[in-house]
């Protein structure tokens, strides 16, 4: 189909990329909720492809590291810190605790615990866009964060803004909530921890599944660069 050409050339470009640098490169794929969630779904229903995706990833990315956190994701699902949300289509906090532990285990660095804080009434872009309005929201979690930050957000043709968090809790008073996390989709994000332990400085390039994921990382990591395609363009 002409979404798994786009995902095959994203891929080999992701490859080239990696080789063309000579640096680290990894990638994370996120699996789909329906796949996280099969036995929820009805008998019947058409097949889900993220065990041909994943496949492919893995033959394509010969100069990336792959990671494949499915059964991590899958080991720290409970109905009580359920890792996919019923209103949206992003990874909960509790999801991406899950990638952010296993990304940090496969490193051999030392995750923070975090102590979570809930803010009811979340609404996301599923529910917006499905027309069943009759279901009940989510909560969406902060956390009491260990790092001492400085988020710079750049985009084009605006000055650049600075914040001393990765949260902007404005938009906890939105029905989409989700933008709490680094205020959602910007052209490039630098998020610098000088009291990090580690000083090695990330380059994530990114769609809005990383923005939860990356607020984490942001604890160990002293200096991330976030940067996304659909708008960055130096």
Known sequence: TEKNGTFENNLTQLNNFAADCGIPAEMILIPSTGHLKEDL?????LPYQ???LFAKAKET????TFYDFREELKA???????????????????GNQALYRAYLDAHDAYPWAQTFTPT???????WSGSGYWGVNPDDIYTWDSHAEVTVTITDSGQEPV?????????????????????????????????????????????????????????ENYQTIYMIDLRYYRD
């Open 162 to 218: 600075v914040s001393d968090s990765v949260f902007f809790p404005a938009h906890l008073a939105e029905m989409d909530k989700y933008p709490v996390y680094l205020d959602g989709n910007h052209t490039l994000v630098k998020i610098e921890n000088p009291g990090a332990a580690d000083d090695t400085t990330l380059l994530i390039v990114k769609d809005s599944y990383a923005h939860c994921f990356t607020a984490m990382l942001a």
């Open 50 to 52: 993220d065990d041909m």
């Open 76 to 94: 720290a699902d409970t109905p009580e810190q359920n890792i996919c949300y019923r209103t949206d289509h992003h990874l909960t906090v509790w």
């Open 41 to 45: 779904l009805p008998d019947g229903h």
């Open 120 to 126: 009811p009434g979340f609404y996301g872009t599923t």
């Open 61 to 64: 990315l010969i100069n990336v």
